[in-house]
């Protein structure tokens, strides 16, 4: 059913101010503090069980391929979110490069991951990215050996998420 203009505005009226039911009623800056501390503690005392490893990890020569992409033209590196009351890091790994063949070629061969598409330049860069845990953890842990540059970043990395879910 549609109002017309003249039962709008009267239905308006009625909203306003005292005629409406929710009017004066707001929560203290008490009850808003309470309010914001218990929702925070309770998100932040949830236990999160990390997703399945979806991540086909190599062996051999295309292992020490990897680690050499990683290390040349890749990162390991953490993403912070910030939308929680307490800042929450996320480890990742990404590959950069303008080869559309490279980056299919790790999708195929490592079977999952994440392709974005951004300009560097004028020419389009594109980023083959995982971010599961288990997905992190298990190439980190198989590249770890041959990683020469990024290895700090991949020993941070690790170290993370062993302490974060007291992985051996």
Do not use: C
Request: aromatic residues 8%; proline residues 4%; positive net charge.
């Amino acid at each position: 059913m549609r109002h017309t203009d003249e039962t709008r505005a009267k239905l308006s009226a009625l909203r306003q101010g005292a005629n409406n039911p929710f009017y004066g009623r707001t929560h203290t800056p008490e009850a808003r503090q309470r309010i914001s501390e218990s929702s925070r503690n309770r998100n932040l005392a949830r236990k999160y069980e990390p997703a399945p490893q979806r991540i086909t990890v190599p062996s051999g020569w295309e292992l020490a391929y990897l680690a050499g992409l990683i290390d040349a033209d890749g990162s390991v590196r953490f993403k912070i979110d910030h939308s929680t009351a307490e800042k929450v890091k996320r480890p990742f790994v990404s590959v950069y490069n303008t080869n559309l063949a490279l980056i299919d070629w790790l999708v195929s061969t490592l079977g999952h991951g994440s392709v974005t598409k951004g300009n560097m330049g004028r020419e389009q860069v594109m980023a083959w990215t995982i971010q599961g845990a288990r997905d992190v953890y298990a190439l980190l842990t198989a590249l770890r050996p041959m990683l020469i540059v990024k290895a700090s970043d991949a020993d941070a990395a690790l170290n993370f998420l062993k302490e974060k879910y007291q992985w051996v």
